[in-house]
């Protein structure tokens, strides 16, 4: 399989995940304003989601970027990471539903968590087919952001016995955390 075929079906799955999240927002029969306050769990956790996919979008689209070669290992594991994030507009309208309660809560955690734990083996993968002085392994390095990330998904996981919101507010850190991935690829890329 070439490396192009990978990127165009996961850009499909990634734009299908939206697609399904967005028309998760059911419009309201009403002019009212003060009506939309109900829907507002259900937009902020569309917007978490949207967010989440944009910052895997843009990494993924940046490691395939610098890979020369994939090989079935990394088509696997691409499935893999795609299964995962493709349960995020289920966990996001659960959570939005009933306004981030517990239990969808700690499932979008758990998808967020898995989600991430494929990426980081996709990215480990693809690591380890390159050699040592390509500019993808340069770029990934140990990695050690993916497993810091890893800690606080788990970390948000466990709040969630506590409180929802502790964990919600650990996810929405961790998103602003990587909504710059790769700031060093971001440049070599766009010189090129």
Do not use: C
């Not at 999240?21 to 003060?34: G, S």
């Not at 290992?73 to 009933?98: C, D, M, Q, R, Y």
């Not at 466990?158 to 409180?163: D, E």
């Amino acid at each position: 399989m070439s490396k192009a075929r990978l990127e165009a079906f996961s850009d499909g799955v990634l734009a299908i995940i939206i697609t399904i999240m967005v028309l998760e927002l059911k419009i309201p029969h009403t002019d009212d304003l003060y009506e939309l306050l109900p829907l507002l769990p259900i937009f902020l956790s569309y917007f978490l989601s949207f967010i989440y996919v944009g910052i895997y979008w843009i990494s993924h689209h940046y490691i395939l970027h610098l890979a020369s070669q994939i090989n079935m290992k990394v088509v696997w594991l691409n499935i893999n990471f795609l299964f995962w994030i493709s349960l995020l507009p289920f966990v996001t309208a659960w959570s939005g539903e009933n306004s981030f309660a517990k239990t969808p809560v700690f499932l979008y955690g758990i998808v967020l968590f898995l989600s991430s734990s494929s990426f980081f083996l996709l990215t480990h993968a693809l690591k380890v087919s390159h050699d040592k002085n390509s500019n993808l392994v340069k770029e990934i390095g140990e990695n050690k952001v993916g497993k810091f990330s890893l800690l606080f998904y788990f970390i948000g996981i466990i709040s969630t016995f506590y409180s929802p919101y502790i964990s919600l507010i650990i996810y929405i850190l961790l998103a602003f955390f990587w909504a710059n991935p790769f700031k060093k690829l971001r440049i070599l890329y766009f010189k090129n």
